[in-house]
Structures are given as C-alpha cells and as structure tokens.
C-alpha cells in the first residue's frame, strides 16, 4: 500500500471510529447534533465584464463563464468555449472548474470523452473537499465501469462525501456497512447512514431504515418507526424498486407494480404519495382500463390535496378522451369521474390565478397583428436569454391567455398541457387569436429550450 493510500485509510479508521454512541442514537431519535449553514448566493454579472475579468486570469470569472457558455445563459451555448474556460480555471487550482471539466470528460461535452483526465479533475477537487466530486469518485469506483472496481476506494470517497452531507453517498455508505464492502460489516453505522440519508428525503434510504427498524438491524426494533419511514418512503416514486422487496412473492413486472401499488394506496395520505400510486397503477398494464379508471381515481386525490403533478396528469387525460376511447368516457361517467374542464378550471385558479386588469380578447385583424409582434418579441427573449428572463415580460402581459402560458412554460410545463390549458382557456376567442397563441407558445417554449 503507497504512503497516500495508508495515510487515507487511516483517515478513514480515524473518522469511523470517532463517530459517538451518542450521537447515533440522537440522530435516530430525530435529533441531529450538526450546525447547518446556507450557501449565499454569487452575485450577478454581465457576460462583457466576465469575458474581461476571464481573459485577465481571474480563475472565478473563468469558470463563471464557462457556467454560462454551457448553459446558454447570456451567451450562446458552446460545450467546446465552456470546456476551454474550464481548464483554464481548473489549472488555477478553482475546485468547481476541476469538478466540472470532470464531468465534461466523462461525459464528452466539448472535449473527446476520457475516464481516466474525467477521474484525475475529480480527484484534483475531491482532495480540496468538493463534496459532489467526492461522491461521484465514489460512485466510479463502486461501480468498475472504465476503472478498476476498487471497494476500498469507494466507500473512502463516499465517507468524505457523507460526512459534508451528500445524501446519495449516505445511503451507498449505509449499505456498504450493512453488506461489508470495503469496510468492516457495522449494521449500527449501516442505520446511522440511512437516518442521515433518510432526513433528507433520500426515499431508498427511507425503506432501508424502516428495514433497519423491521428487523433490528442497528436498532431495537420498533414496528412505529417502521411504518413511520415507510410511509415517508411512499412519496417517493425512485423507493418503489426497494419497497417491492416487501413483497417478494410478486412474480413479474406486472404483479410486482400492482402488488406495490397496493402498499401505496395504503399510504396515500398526501398528495405526493396518491401521485405515486396513480403513476404505478398507469405503468402496471397500459392496457388495463380499471387499472386506468384507478390511475385517474388517485390523481384526483392527489389534485385535491393540491398536488400540481396531478393536475397536470389530468389535464393530460382528459385530451386523451377527449378524442379516443368511448368506452372509458363510459366508464369514467360510471366512475363519476369529475370532469376534466373542472380540472383544469382549477389547475388556472389554484396555480395561475388572473388579475383584474388580465383580459381575454376577440382579436381582430389589428390585435391579431399586435399580439404575433409581442409573441416573436417573447420568443426572441426566450432564444437569447434564461428562461427566467421570461419573468419580467410577465407582470407587463395583459392577455390572460398569453400569460398563463408563459407562467407554465417559466414553471417548465409540458407543451401538451400547455396547450390543453391554453385551448381551454381560449374557447370564447374569436378569430385568429387561438391558433396564434397556440403556434405563438410552441416557439416560445422551444426558444427557452
């Protein structure tokens, strides 16, 4: 073993064994010891004063526009001018230069992809404590693809990463002490790490520490606490894959779905987790109308609760029958469905409520002209600048159609409810103006993206 390694490993035994008894069972009683603190955000900048402050040699300024090059803020995207920035950054020694030229390289984004230069950036900032580096080294080297598998490694990296906070690699470090990879097996460090992940919203981490809980694994048991973190695990859609692990028996993707479902309906108690299930009853067989009739159920419950997935969801159904299938409008009317103009009538009020001064107009052939003017103007905005530029022309927008679809694309709503909403909404317009606002929000929306 090299010097670096024994001096990391040592490290690691270090920090392993400093963890207290106490603050364990404080962290699984929902008392977290740690201090959190909040990252300011960086001013802003115009795009002339960086390119200077870049050209100059100043590292922040270089990986600023870097930021901006890739993402198009500003400036027109260029993968390969944000790449050139990057390096030039990531040599000055900037840690979220060298993590994101990193991923450029495992990614192939303006330079041709290589592993091993996207492992050396990582590493460069990883050794300067960027947590998202540390944890994506973790993640390499678990994971064997185009590196070495290297266990050891890996659960290092994912400590470091863990200790800063990083939830996905509290939860790989849970499961390496509850399996033994690369360290020693610790089923009470194992249920540490899925608590820390757990507190977090970390779903698969929720399951595991209910599991923990279920059969006093690292904990005394405790059925209450198993079925709290259960039923925190059900508002998020990624668990479904560990929580059918509940449900072994189930024979296939059909059954398993179902079988899940079941164990959701059971745990719908918010709106987020009745969206789940809804999501799950429509993935276990597209086929099945009950299954359907069932998916539309628990999207209204989840509507109701004022989940604004679900509204979307709905609004989507309801083009589908609009102009599809006669036998499930039969079915819904059996069902009593709530009629899908009442949903989306209630998407508008509740998500994107109208002023008194909004107005919805006839359009003749002068404001038909007027409103295809201010629509290339909003598209232009949308090509040459952030998505978020879009809000200043909001409050000034006095057609309430219009600025309802402006406000669902700034919220990056899908084009189809977009125009559901928008088609909806316009049904009084006479004239050219539906057709405009309908094409007008299309180039908008594919402007921004």
């Keep these: ?79 390969d001018l944000a790449a050139f920035w990057y390096k030039k950054a990531a040599a000055l020694g900037d840690v979220n230069a060298q993590c994101l030229l990193a991923m450029c390289y495992e990614s192939g984004e303006g330079v041709e992809k290589d592993v091993n230069k996207a492992v050396y950036w990582y590493a460069k900032a990883a050794k300067q404590g960027d947590e998202t580096s540390q944890s994506i080294l973790g993640r390499i080297y678990e994971s064997g693809r185009d590196v070495p598998q290297d266990y050891k490694k890996a659960a290092y990296w994912h400590l470091k990463a863990a200790k800063q906070g990083d939830k996905s690699s509290q939860l790989e470090l849970g499961i390496f002490y509850t399996n033994g990879r690369g360290v020693i097996t610790d089923l009470k460090k194992a249920a540490y790490w899925y608590l820390q992940a757990a ?38 859609y990624v668990a479904l894959e560990s929580i059918d692990i509940y449900y072994e028996e189930g024979k ?3 059954n398993k779905y179902k079988t899940a479902a079941e164990w959701y309906q059971a745990y719908a108690e918010n709106g987020e987790a009745a969206r789940n299930y809804a999501n799950i009853c ?26 604004i997935l679900s509204f979307y969801q709905l ?6 029958n609009k102009s599809n299938s006669e036998e499930l409008r039969e079915v819904f009317k059996d069902k009593e469905i709530v009629p899908a103009e009442n949903c989306i009538r209630d998407l508008v009020n509740k998500f994107y409520p109208l002023s008194p001064n909004d107005k919805k107009t006839e359009y003749n052939d002068e404001e038909c002209a007027s409103l295809k003017t201010r629509i290339a103007s909003l598209a232009e905005t949308a090509k040459t600048k952030s998505v978020f530029a879009l809000k200043d022309e909001i409050e000034n927008e006095t057609d309430a159609v219009l600025k309802t679809g402006l406000k669902m694309i700034i919220d990056g709503m899908d084009l ?34």
């Design 1 to 79: 073993m090299s010097t670096d390694e024994s001096s990391n490993q040592d490290e690691f035994d270090s920090f392993t064994a400093g963890i207290k008894p106490d603050d364990i069972e404080k962290l699984l009683a929902g008392i977290d010891p740690d201090n959190e603190t909040e990252n300011e955000e960086e001013p802003q900048i115009d795009i002339e004063t960086l390119k200077k402050d870049a050209e100059t040699g100043y590292a922040n300024a270089q990986t600023r526009l870097a930021i901006s090059y890739y993402r198009g803020e500003g400036i027109e995207q260029d993968f």
């Design 199 to 236: 507190k977090q919203g970390e779903g698969v981490a929720q399951v595991y520490l209910a599991r923990c809980y279920e059969n006093g694994h690292g904990v005394t048991k405790d059925q209450t606490k198993t079925d709290y973190w259960y039923k925190k695990a059900a508002c998020d």
């Design 252 to 254: 296939g993707r059909n």
């Design 416 to 449: 189809s409810i977009i125009e559901t909403v928008i088609e909806f909404l316009s049904e009084d317009i006479k004239g050219d103006g539906k057709q405009i606002l309908l094409e007008g929000v299309k180039k908008i929306q594919k402007g921004e993206k």
């Design 282 to 307: 429509r993935e276990a067989d597209e086929e099945d109308t009950d299954l359907y009739i069932m998916s539309v159920f628990w999207h209204e419950q989840a509507a109701k609760k004022g989940d």
């Design 315 to 320: 609004a989507q159904y309801y083009n589908f």
